[in-house]
């Protein structure tokens, strides 16, 4: 009987194969989960920076609505009825806005039309008359 002698790396019949490197359909499949990962992150990215923008054409709108209630509310009751209605355009930003009479106080409802923006802003404010 013959002895078989096994070196270090010989294998058996029994032993699988030691696999050295990937498969051409393993590349495939991470580029395809590579690509559809980073497709995500772009879409992301770009509904991001639009929710910025609107953020931020909110904050001028904000900031032109609170100068415009400032500057009506600055205005002696008397000559605020004279005043009314009012329509502007700031900084690209239409402003519409109307003086309501009531006892002893004038109730001023300021209207912005934001452009890119699907609806109106509307600021109410109540100025006391003494």
């Not at 498969?23 to 559809?36: C, G, P």
């Not at 995500?40 to 001028?60: C, D, H, I, P, Y």
């Not at 209605?85 to 912005?112: A, F, Q, Y």
Request: aromatic share 2%; with cysteine.
């Amino acid at each position: 009987m013959s002895r078989q002698v096994f070196e270090p790396g010989m294998r058996t019949a029994m032993q699988p194969r030691v696999r050295r490197g990937t498969s051409l359909i393993e590349v495939l499949i991470a580029s395809v989960l590579l690509t559809t990962a980073i497709g995500a992150l772009l879409g992301t990215s770009k509904k991001v920076s639009e929710q910025m923008a609107t953020s931020r054409k909110q904050m001028v709108a904000s900031s032109v609505a609170q100068a415009r209630l400032d500057s009506l509310q600055s205005i002696s009751c008397a000559a605020l009825v004279t005043t009314s209605p009012g329509d502007r355009i700031t900084r690209g930003i239409h402003e519409g806005w109307t003086v309501t009479s009531g006892t002893n106080s004038k109730l001023i409802t300021l209207t912005l039309t934001i452009p890119g923006l699907s609806s109106d802003v509307i600021y109410t404010t109540i100025v006391p008359c003494v």
